[in-house]
């Protein structure tokens, strides 16, 4: 059973560029959350997402930044015209639908931008 | 305002010595607390978790404490293992929320 997939692994931009990053949840999971993590800090919560919906993105910054969870595919987290301060990894974790809390990480997206 | 933070950034160890990373959480609204373990250019991985109705848990060489009446978590790792550096993160959340609060970690370094 393979753990939560990301990918890429990283990924160079150029400021103004879009970077897109993506996440496979486990198998069976339908629970779908995105963290930022900046250098020597803790995970920071952006979204959390179900199949076709949002269900809470009060930590992903108003402007440039969408993600979905389509009903097929894997879930895209999109930042449009990055600036340097996007820099940072971007993590991805997922959960079963009856979870206790228990979330499952992928192995992250690093973002560097130029 | 609502934080999870740990009192320590690095916590430098014997192999062999008993480990212990402390936790401070804010928010007494918190009911499900989780360890986890992060490598360097890895995601966190999960250890432990701790549910607020319990105030200790232990699992293969970890143990978890709860202390409600102070807001405080600990970690306990048993001989400690050069395999068990890494940094350390306590995270929680709430009853009806699913997202996870973390705090800033800790780094445990063991040397041999």
């Known amino acids: 059973n393979a753990g939560v997939m990301q990918n890429p692994r990283h990924l160079v931009r150029r400021r103004g560029q879009e970077a897109r990053l993506r996440c496979s949840p486990m198998?069976?999971?339908?629970?779908v959350y995105w963290y930022r993590q900046l250098p020597e800090e803790g995970l920071k919560f952006m979204v959390y997402l179900q199949k076709e919906n949002i269900i809470d993105e009060s930590g992903m910054p108003k402007e440039r930044f969408s993600a979905e969870f389509p009903k097929e595919g894997p879930s895209i987290l999109r930042i449009q015209q990055v600036v340097r301060g996007d820099s940072a990894a971007y993590f991805c974790?997922?959960?079963?639908?009856?979870?206790?809390?228990?979330?499952?990480f992928g192995p992250g997206t690093r973002l560097t931008v130029l | 305002g609502e934080s999870v933070g740990l009192h320590l950034p690095t916590l430098s160890v014997q192999e062999g010595d008993n480990s212990i990373i402390n936790c401070a959480y804010s928010n007494s609204a918190s009911d499900y607390f989780i360890w986890y373990k992060q490598e360097s250019g890895k995601g966190p991985q999960f250890i432990i978790d701790i549910r607020s109705n319990m105030d200790k848990r232990q699992g293969q060489r970890v143990t978890v404490l709860l202390n409600k009446t102070v807001k405080h978590l600990s970690l306990q790792i048993a001989a400690t293992q050069p395999g068990d550096s890494a940094v350390y993160f306590c995270a929680e959340n709430k009853s009806g929320y699913s997202t996870l609060t973390f705090g800033k970690g800790t780094m445990l370094l063991v040397s041999p």
């Open positions: 974790a997922s959960s079963p639908p009856a979870s206790h809390g228990e979330q499952f």
């Open positions: 198998k069976g999971h339908s629970h």
